[in-house]
């Protein structure tokens, strides 16, 4: 069976891209009573505010939201808040039970930023389960920002982190089909799942923010492979005077345009948190010459306490938990 190598199919359809022509960026289709406003009684109110991706930000904003109701701080909980994500085996993009590379090992990738401006972060780590506490163990423990593959495997031993295995029966199943279906046509990217990363920023009730990003990274990439999630800038990024931002979906787009600092530096110049977060997707969009067909979302918060969220693509989900109300919403999206 010849194999087209993933190299020379990102070639091929960078190619076909810049063959093609752009299409005119349609308004939203997908709307919600809160997309791209406050989140209820959050502009102004002062109190605590979790934004997380996807579905399963909705019981992560819970234990997030346990933390911030009791007094606690932003960067508690956005670590509490992505743990049950990462231990959650029903949850196929983040930590234990995340989908495996195309070695079929499970690597992972987290990063967290405080209100202080300390950051932390680990990339291609196997074994540990919640890479976030590690990530957060550098930023605490070192003058160092990112620690990578064996350096943060021995890093979190010597740090009393236990070992385990990640790979779930489902995940290996996952593998398995994939690899079946691999043909001479195949382009080696799955087609049918989704790209769940989970980002999550909070403020808490003395207005101070925090974020932490984590993620098992595209299914079935190259051994190696790292994403945005732990780039500091890419995947997350928090500037407390101005707000937070976190990215999901094609994690060389947000690499490529700095992704959640852009969102950051455009609510400093004044934009709503909605409108930062569209104005870095249109930014990835410009620079490609076709339509994309990947997709990028990005959930912003400001320090005002102002929530927006926007994706490329429909389908991606974002929750707010906001006065002890804690909803999954549609966001809006751009293409
Ligand atoms: N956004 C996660 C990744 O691309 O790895």
């Known amino acids: 069976m010849r194999r087209i190598s993933r190299r020379s199919f990102l070639k091929f359809t960078a190619g076909l891209g810049a063959a093609g022509s752009l299409l005119p960026l349609r308004g939203a289709l997908a709307r919600s009573p809160f997309a791209g406003f406050p989140a209820p009684s959050a502009a102004g109110s002062g109190g605590p505010i979790v934004v997380s991706t996807w579905k399963h930000g909705h019981p992560a904003n819970d234990a997030a939201w346990r933390i911030l109701a009791g007094g606690g701080a ?126 999550l920023v909070a403020r808490d009730a003395a207005g101070d923010l925090a974020g932490a990003c984590t993620t098992s990274g595209l299914a079935f990439k190259i051994h190696g492979r790292v994403g945005d999630s732990p780039i500091v800038g890419a995947g997350m990024y928090v500037d407390n005077e101005v707000g937070a931002a976190a990215a999901t979906g094609k994690g060389e787009e947000v690499l490529k345009t700095c992704g959640s600092f852009l969102v950051v530096e455009f609510m400093r110049q004044g934009l709503s948190p909605r409108a930062a977060c569209k104005k870095a997707l249109e930014r990835i969009v410009k620079k490609h010459a076709a339509k994309p067909a990947f997709q990028v979302a990005f959930i912003a918060l400001s320090k005002e306490g102002e929530v927006g969220a926007l994706s490329l693509q429909k389908d991606f989900q974002y929750a707010v938990a906001v006065d002890g109300k804690n909803e999954l919403i549609d966001a809006e999206y751009l293409l």
């Open 74 to 199: 932003a960067l508690d909980a956005v670590e509490a808040g992505v743990r049950v994500s990462e231990g959650d085996p029903g949850v196929n993009g983040v930590g234990y039970g995340g989908l495996p590379d195309e070695d079929c090992t499970v690597t992972l990738d987290a990063s967290i930023m405080g209100p202080d401006y300390r950051a932390g972060a680990v990339a291609f780590i196997e074994s540990y389960r919640h890479p976030i506490s590690i990530a957060r163990k550098v930023m605490e423990t070192t003058d160092h920002v990112l620690i990578v593959g064996a350096g943060a495997e021995e890093f979190a031993r010597k740090h009393g982190f236990e070992r385990e295995e990640l790979l779930t029966e489902a995940a290996r199943e996952a593998w398995i089909k994939w690899k079946q279906r691999m043909s001479d046509t195949d382009d080696w990217f799955p087609k049918d799942l989704d790209h769940d990363t989970i980002g």
